[in-house]
């Protein structure tokens, strides 16, 4: 178990619905990642979030956005969500120390989002 | 649960073989490189990273060789076991700064016992 924990497990939408999803991210660490990964597909990065700013960002809308908390934890929202955006959701917690290289990302067990 | 790698290329062998997995990465200056497990309905779980620094790490029964010649990359598990039956994920991070992680598009262990 990695200590990142995501919730709700799945959830089922409707097109043109807002959805809000949740990370708590390994104790320690300052920096969440999320990811989509769509059916029979490698994860795709969404954006990561370091102390409560956006610290990069994939090749997503502006309707996929997200927050970070003071505590880590992380929310990704998507507004008017269409079918394509069905796939698993995960957030990586990682550790970020100025200068460093990237340390090791660690991942939560994801959200199954299904819009119909 | 989530199923995952419904077309991904599969990698079969016998329990007690070793089995090799290959990956080909795709930027030059990519300088760090993961590797990850994910069984059906779970979030993929490290297994070994290496700096590309390195041409080689070991862990416990895994082995990644990096060729940063040819951008190419390798996990190998010896003496495979049922359980680690999965989707093997290779990953590449692009120098500090952007943290995120490129996904390659996953290979599927399968052992036969």
């Known amino acids: 178990e990695t200590g990142v924990t995501q919730s709700p497990t799945h959830l089922i939408k409707t097109r043109g619905q807002q959805v809000t999803l949740r990370c708590s991210s390994q104790?320690?660490?300052?920096?969440v990642s999320w990811y989509q990964q769509a059916l029979g597909q490698g994860p795709q990065f969404i954006f990561q979030?370091?102390?409560?700013?956006?610290?990069g960002r994939g090749n997503f809308p502006p309707r996929f956005s997200g927050l970070q908390f003071p505590n880590y934890s992380s929310e990704l929202n998507v507004n008017a969500l269409e079918l394509d955006d069905s796939a698993l959701y995960l957030c990586?917690?990682?550790?970020?120390?100025?200068?460093?290289?990237?340390?090791?990302?660690?991942f939560g067990p994801g959200t199954r989002l299904t819009v119909l | 649960g989530e199923s995952v790698g419904l077309h991904l290329p599969t990698l079969s062998v016998q329990e007690g073989d070793n089995s090799i997995i290959n990956c080909a990465y795709s930027?030059?200056?990519?300088?760090?490189f993961i590797w990850y497990k994910q069984e059906s309905g779970k979030g993929p779980q490290f297994i070994i990273d290496?700096?590309?620094?390195?041409d080689k790490r070991q862990g416990q029964r895994v082995t990644v060789l990096l060729n940063k010649t040819v951008k190419h990359l390798s996990l190998q598990i010896a003496a495979t076991q049922p359980g680690d039956s999965a989707v093997y994920f290779c990953?590449?991070?692009?120098?500090?700064?952007?943290?995120?992680?490129?996904f390659g598009s996953g290979t599927r262990l399968q052992v036969q016992p």
């Open positions: 990586a917690s990682s550790l970020t120390l100025t200068g460093r290289h990237a340390d090791t990302q660690y």
């Open positions: 104790s320690g660490h300052n920096t």
């Open positions: 979030y370091y102390r409560e700013e956006e610290n």
């Open positions: 930027n030059s200056a990519s300088d760090y």
């Open positions: 290496i700096r590309s620094n390195m």
């Open positions: 990953a590449e991070n692009i120098g500090t700064g952007r943290r995120a992680l490129t």
